[in-house]
């Protein structure tokens, strides 16, 4: 796990769910949820597209970027005001009785002050990345120590599968397809495991747009004519509606 395969592995994860190369630390989105009123609920925010009502990590990202920023000028200041009277109503403990009155795209200066830090300060984007680390690194280190994995690629998927959801799901039906398999290796434990992600991707994943994205993101790291990209050799191809690179010039 070095500096550089660690930042390569966030950028492609950050591709697949952005469909573009670069991050955007100001995003705003809500969750492919039909129906639904637009609350602080379904805010996703961030470079890492961090969920409101998943697992408080936009509380701890807001919380840490307050007490860490520097001082700065009254635009900042201003937003950090707005960011801080609406810490408490996303607080993890509160999402079964988050107040429906709150619309995030009524609440101009929220927007623009999720919008502003996040594109503007350093800080804030240090807090995204540091609570995305915490949260998924941890696990992904452990996961691949367990399994003695050492293939940079390995440690995408892992990566990829816990922040997008049934790792251990998916494993299960990867070590039962290949049980009892001779000259069984970690190249062929990974090309077994992407071939029953992407059959779960095809049958779980609702964002239609992410689903296709990972699943040719994911063809793309296993191509056929040149053999997979074992060591996430860069550029690496994001094959989405607009295909890109991810290249060293994003990490």
Not at 198 to 221: I, K, P
């Amino acid at each position: 796990m070095t500096p550089p395969i660690i930042l390569t592995c966030e950028a492609v994860v950050t591709a697949f769910q952005s469909g573009r190369p670069a991050p955007d630390y100001g995003y705003l989105g809500l969750r492919n949820c039909p129906g639904k009123v637009p609350d602080l609920r379904g805010l996703l925010y961030g470079r890492h597209r961090t969920a409101c009502h998943q697992n408080g990590d936009l509380h701890t990202i807001i919380r840490t970027y307050l007490d860490t920023a520097a001082p700065a000028g009254s635009e900042l200041s201003d937003a950090r005001a707005k960011l801080r009277a609406i810490l408490p109503l996303v607080e993890k403990s509160d999402y079964a009785y988050m107040d429906r009155s709150i619309r995030v795209w009524g609440d101009e200066a929220l927007v623009a002050a999720l919008s502003l830090t996040g594109r503007n300060d350093p800080a804030m984007r240090k807090a995204q990345d540091n609570t995305f680390r915490a949260r998924y690194w941890t696990k992904t280190e452990a996961t691949v120590k367990a399994a003695g994995f050492t293939l940079p690629l390995a440690l995408l998927v892992v990566l990829d599968s816990h922040v997008h959801g049934a790792w251990g799901p998916i494993m299960v039906r990867t070590n039962r397809e290949l049980e009892g398999k001779p000259d069984l290796n970690e190249h062929k434990w990974i090309q077994e495991y992407l071939r029953q992600r992407n059959a779960w991707l095809l049958c779980n994943h609702r964002e239609s747009a992410f689903r296709t994205r990972t699943l040719m993101g994911l063809a793309g790291l296993l191509p056929k004519s040149t053999g997979p990209n074992w060591n996430l050799g860069l550029p690496i191809t994001i094959r989405a509606d607009e295909p890109f690179d991810v290249t060293e010039g994003e990490l």
